[in-house]
């Protein structure tokens, strides 16, 4: 068998291609934007099959230098950490709360579930971490993040199974939102408090209005996160050093870039001082799309062979315990109103997949019933400034409990 080592400058000119070929693939089947796939998925999948073949009919393997693939993760998941506003998070009122609340509660539920199931087969608890809030409410960035980091703790297969779970929990997230909200509406026969006329806003912070990106602030975006970064490994390093009843704590390596970031976030807001967000958030894109070609280039699908029973069974599982919280407890402590089912649906999008299908969810209920600015306030700030945030912590803390 032939085989071939990338150096780290050509695995990340080869993650290019595959991110390229994702947005021409995505371009080509609408179905993979209906759904919100992300590009570089698409086109990590393609990489991935190509290369389980040639490995498999013994011609070629391939292998790479992920230094850069980590380094762009802590960049990305540092931008998360910027977005934690905590005065927002004030100023959504008793809705927002709760619906974090609910958010916070679902990652427990999923977890839960993911290592009960995973031990029923026999096998390691923490990889139905890899099922769980990992990849449903995580998406393809924490999948790409956790599951080298299950892998190194010794959980075979995590990264594969991860990363297929959040690509399964796209399309689940999509296709059980919208009946639910559906079925609540017509059940109850409710109705939109707006007029006819009335928008869906998203809620936009003074940090975060669009516009266009100039080179200095792109240049004051790129030094608030260089000083996250440097100071979020101190942070780290003392992390680390941690201990719970003799048992050490283990971190993600991104976890004090982080903190760090959100805690400069939260005092200039207090400082009532401009933050760059629009272009930290393009940085972190910029980097996430990378990171995820990278993460895609790495996966090991022969190791999903064993695992494809144990997977499906706890898939299914996860998609069954959605269903039956957002319709019977999401819908009933939101209000049981029309706000109430809207949100429910954009609950499914992003407690099973990644807040741009939410949106869709919403959007696809308001199009058709109306708008529901309330909705269109809750789902994105919860879905984008905080729920990542404390999915990571709440990962962190399932990853060093299980046994």
Known sequence: MFSIELNMYQAVAVAAVVLLLGR?????????????????????????????????????????????????????????GFTACFRLLKKGGIQVFLFLGLAVLMVILQNVLGSALAAAFHLD??????????????????AGAFGPVLETAGVTGAHAVA????????????????????RRIHSLNLHSTESATGSNEVVVDKNEVTGAIDSRRFLDASLYLAI???AGTVVSSLLQKITIMGQPMSFPSYIGAMVVAAAI???????EKDVPMEEISTIGSFSLSLFLGLAMMGL??????????????????????????????????????????????????FGMGAT????????????????????????????????????????TLFMNFLP
Not at 42 to 65: K, N
Not at 170 to 180: D, F, K, M, N, Q
Not at 373 to 381: D, I, Q, R
Request: hydrophobic share 55%; net charge positive; charged share 10%.
């Open 24 to 80: 021409v693939l995505t371009g080509l089947f609408p179905v993979l934007k209906k759904y919100c796939i992300p590009e570089p998925v698409v086109g990590g999948v393609v990489y991935a099959l190509v290369h389980v073949i040639l490995r498999s009919a013994g011609i070629l393997e391939i292998s790479f230098d992920a230094t850069l693939q980590n380094f762009f993760m802590t960049v990305f998941f540092c931008s998360v």
């Open 125 to 142: 608890p923490r990889l139905g971490l890899a099922t769980g809030s990992i990849p449903m409410v995580g998406g393809h960035g924490t």
């Open 163 to 182: 990363i297929a779970s959040a690509t399964f929990g796209l399309v689940a997230g999509c296709v059980i939102g919208g009946p639910i909200a559906y």
């Open 228 to 230: 996250a970064i440097g």
């Open 265 to 271: 976030r939260n005092v200039m807001d207090v400082r």
């Open 300 to 349: 090991k699908l022969w190791q999903l062979a064993e695992l494809a029973l144990p997977m499906v069974v706890m898939l299914a599982g996860q998609t069954v315990l959605m269903a039956f919280f957002a319709y019977f407890i999401v819908f009933t402590l939101l209000g049981r109103n029309y706000d109430a089912a809207v949100m429910t649906t954009g609950f499914c999008g």
């Open 356 to 395: 741009p299908n939410a949106m869709a969810n919403m959007q696809a209920v308001t199009s058709k019933y109306g708008p529901s600015p309330t909705a269109y306030f809750v789902v994105p700030l919860v879905g984008s400034l905080f729920i990542d945030f404390i999915n990571s912590i709440l990962i």
